[in-house]
């Protein structure tokens, strides 16, 4: 079963925008608004890194790199939390993913603390 599904990526000119999805599945996040939501992502040839993260009530955390560009949102009713990516630059190139930890009320944002991930998403940010 598909627990997280991640969808938008694309090839974008720099400064361009994308608008990444991620679906929860109801029958794992039955209690979605509870979980603390992730995205990160990797580039080639470098760590899996955090963008950001959104918390019960829609408070966000980004990662220094990111601030100011992109915002991360949640639909509690949706059971989906989405990326909006302005400005981008050819840095942002990577494969984003949407993440979870084990345990709602749980605010992680290291790779090593999620225990739900998606497949990816690509983002191709070009010159």
């Known amino acids: 079963q598909v627990q997280l599904a991640e969808s938008g990526g694309g090839l974008v000119q720099a400064g361009g925008s994308l608008r990444l999805s991620c679906a929860a599945s109801?029958?794992?996040?039955?209690?979605?608004?509870?979980?603390?939501m992730d995205w990160f992502r990797q580039a080639p040839g470098k760590e899996r890194e955090f963008v950001a993260a959104v918390i019960r009530g829609g408070i966000a955390y980004y990662a220094e790199s990111v601030k100011g560009r992109f915002t991360i949102s949640r639909d509690n009713a949706k059971n989906s939390v989405y990326l909006q990516m302005n400005s981008l630059k050819p840095e942002d190139t990577a494969v984003y993913y949407c993440?979870?930890?084990?345990?709602?009320?749980?605010?992680?944002?290291?790779?090593?603390?999620?225990?739900?991930w998606g497949k990816g998403t690509l983002v191709t940010v070009s010159a």
């Open positions: 993440a979870a930890p084990a345990q709602p009320m749980l605010l992680i944002r290291t790779p090593n603390g999620m225990h739900y």
């Open positions: 109801e029958r794992t996040f039955s209690n979605f608004s509870n979980y603390a």
